[in-house]
Structure formats: C-alpha cells, structure tokens
C-alpha cells in the first residue's frame, strides 16, 4: 500500500491562492488514480478533484471548478492541487487518496473507491 503525506496547507485571506502537494512513498504512483477530497467541520467528506494514473484524465467538483487544478509529477511520485480564488467556504482539512487500478485513463470521484488516504492538511480561508 501506498503511503501519502500532504502538504502545503495555510491561512490564506480570500482571493488568495495555495498550493497542495501530496507525497508517495512504498509504491510508484504510476498505478494510481488519485483524488483530492476536503472535509469541513460538521459536514462530509466531499471530493474536490480527482486523475487518473496516466495523469491526461482529470475533473474537479462543481463548487471549484474554474478555481482548482489537480495535476501529477509521477516522476516525483507527486500529486498536486493548486487552488486559486479561494473562498471562505473553502476552508476544510484537504485529503489526498489513492486508488490502486489497471484502468490508466479512469479517474473516480467516490471516497469508497480509494484504499490509501493521507492525514490531510488544514486550509483556512479568512474572509
């Protein structure tokens, strides 16, 4: 199993930008679709954006879209989230996650799909 460690979080005032970055290690993240998920105090889990392995298939959920960016190195065994336009409501600790697969061009927005998860990182945006 893959482990993965995130990073980049921070207080950011509205409007800003950050920078997520999620590390691999144990394994090659060459075979894994990933996905970033974010959790709010008293609310859900909820997926923000998510890639396939490959890296060429890629879509972000409906309340960042046009703000968000996943992205992957898989040569630094690294996955990203640039997040630009940040919202008050944006403010959740940031998950990235995992998923095993022979499906190289499938990317998958469901958290019961993933098997690795990182201990999240904690975004707040003031207003």
């Known amino acids: 199993q893959v482990q993965l460690v995130e990073s980049g979080g921070g207080l950011v005032q509205a409007g800003g930008s950050l920078t997520l970055s999620c590390a691999a290690s144990?394994?090659?993240?060459?075979?894994?679709?990933m996905g970033w998920f974010r959790q709010a105090p008293g609310k859900e889990r909820e997926v923000v954006a998510a890639?396939?392995?490959?890296?060429?298939?890629?879509d972000d959920a409906d309340s960042v879209k046009g703000r968000f960016i996943i992205f992957r190195d898989n040569a630094k065994n690294t996955v990203y989230l640039q997040m630009n336009s940040l919202k008050p409501e944006d403010t959740a600790v940031y998950y990235c996650?995992?998923?095993?697969?022979?499906?190289?061009?499938?990317?998958?927005?469901?958290?019961?799909?993933?098997?690795?998860w990182g201990q999240g990182t904690q975004v707040t945006v003031s207003s």
């Open positions: 996650a995992g998923k095993a697969t022979g499906y190289r061009e499938t990317y998958y927005f469901s958290p019961n799909e993933y098997d690795s």
């Open positions: 890639i396939s392995a490959s890296g060429y298939s890629a």
């Open positions: 144990g394994r090659a993240l060459t075979d894994y679709a």
